[in-house]
Antibody
Framework: QVQLQESGPGLVKPSQTLSLSCTVS??????????WSWIRQHPGKGLEWIGY???????YSNPFLKSRVSISIDTSENQFSLRLTSVTAADTAVYYC??????????????????WGQGTAVTVSS | DIQMTQSPSSLSASVGDRVTITCQAS??????LNWYQQKPGKAPKLLIY???HLQTGVPSRFSGSGSGTHFSLTISSLQPEDLATYFC?????????FGGGTKVEIK
């Protein structure tokens, strides 16, 4: 079955760039029908959806992160990535990658995120 | 953005009780409403999609209902392993948004 695994540094200095990858196993990322999402959760808080990407590279990022976030996909490596620039302590969180929602075009998605990575904790501190 | 408001924020119930959590959307989201269960220290798990469809492998004591702006998640007979926080999430409009969560404790 499909499994996702996040990877990246657990500690990032303020003003630097956070880079995380999500490796997909048990299935191909290069297929239509699913978006691939990033979500984060501040300590003891709720879930924030960061954005998603489609296998063809189409992407949407949540405006609350303004222009700091970019999401990319590498179908040859079966992984997708998150890049967040100019980080501050407010970016300290557990970051999850997930498969879903379903859909075929940005803005036309349905159902939920049905497979999640285990999450990776990121701390922003000097 | 569509705001998702869950209630209650926490509840305590006994094993065997029927538990209902509600989720209200700030705009009509059709039936594009999903429910997740998050156990302590774990990633969220999809329980219900499309307001009322049970995800494969999820026990039948979980059910979802509602449409438009009002939705609910019901656990028909609470079990000890249902100790968790439950989140609703809408997929109708971008950006996708989550409710604030409902923490379920066992008495």
């Amino acid at each position: 079955q499909v499994q996702l695994q996040e990877s990246g540094p657990g500690l990032v200095k303020p003003s630097q760039t956070l880079s995380l990858s999500c490796t997909v196993s048990g299935g191909s990322i290069n297929t239509s029908g699913y978006f691939w999402s990033w979500i984060r959760q501040h300590p003891g808080k709720g879930l924030e959806w960061i954005g998603y990407i489609y296998y063809n590279g189409s992407t949407y990022s949540n405006p609350f992160l303004k222009s700091r976030v970019s999401i990319s996909i590498d179908t040859s490596e079966n992984q997708f990535s998150l890049r967040l620039t100019s980080v501050t302590a407010a970016d300290t969180a557990v970051y999850y990658c997930a498969r879903g929602p379903k859909g075929v075009m940005i803005g036309y998605q349905y159902y939920g995120m049905d497979v999640w990575g285990q999450g990776t904790a990121v701390t922003v501190s000097s | 953005d569509i705001q998702m408001t869950q209630s209650p924020s926490s509840l305590s119930a006994s094993v065997g009780d029927r538990v209902t959590i509600t989720c209200q959307a700030s705009h009509d989201i059709n039936n594009y409403l999903n429910w997740y269960q998050q156990k302590p220290g774990k990633a969220p798990k999809l329980l219900i999609y499309g307001a009322s469809h049970l995800q494969t492998g999820v026990p039948s004591r979980f059910s979802g209902s509602g449409s438009g702006t009002h939705f609910s998640l019901t656990i028909s007979s609470l079990q000890p392993e249902d100790l968790a926080t439950y989140f609703c999430q809408q997929s109708d409009n971008l950006p996708l948004t989550f409710g604030g969560g409902t923490k379920v404790e066992i008495k």
